[in-house]
Nanobody, 128 residues
Framework: EVQLVESGGGLVQAGGSLRLSCAAS????????IGWFRRAPGKEREGVGC????????YYSESVKGRFTISSDNAKKTVYLQMNSLKPEDTAVYYC?????????????????????WGQGTQVTVSS
């Protein structure tokens, strides 16, 4: 059974930092791309970034580029989302998701519909 479990959300002031974790089980980790997505109240799901576990390649949305960093510990099958310089508009439920060996277009475009497995989400709230 495939499971993705996020942790690390919480309440932080604007300008602060949080690190989210996504622990995966039931998958061949280095054959998957793990993406981070978020959904704010009243808004559509948005791609934040992703990492191809096979080569460590990362891709980010323009809204978080330079502030967020994705990394992984392949031995622990865990992907991290380090979020710095947080803004109130970063407030959302954050999800990690996995897709097996996706096309590069899916990776670059953060195409959430292509992802097969999803975590339960973790709330991130940034106060002004």
């Amino acid at each position: 059974e495939v499971q993705l479990v996020e942790s690390g959300g919480g309440l932080v002031q604007a300008g602060g930092s949080l690190r989210l974790s996504c622990a995966a089980s039931g998958i061949t980790f280095d054959a998957y791309t793990i993406g981070w997505f978020r959904r704010a109240p009243g808004k559509e799901r948005e791609g934040v970034g992703c990492m191809r576990s096979s080569d460590g390649g990362t891709y980010y949305s323009e809204s978080v580029k330079g502030r967020f960093t994705i990394s992984s510990d392949n031995a622990k099958k865990t992907v991290y989302l380090q979020m710095n310089s947080l803004k109130p508009e970063d407030t959302a439920v954050y999800y990690c998701a996995g897709v097996f060996s996706p096309d590069i277009v899916v990776v670059r475009n953060l195409s959430w519909a292509a992802y097969d497995y999803w975590g339960q989400g973790t709330q991130v709230t940034v106060s002004s």
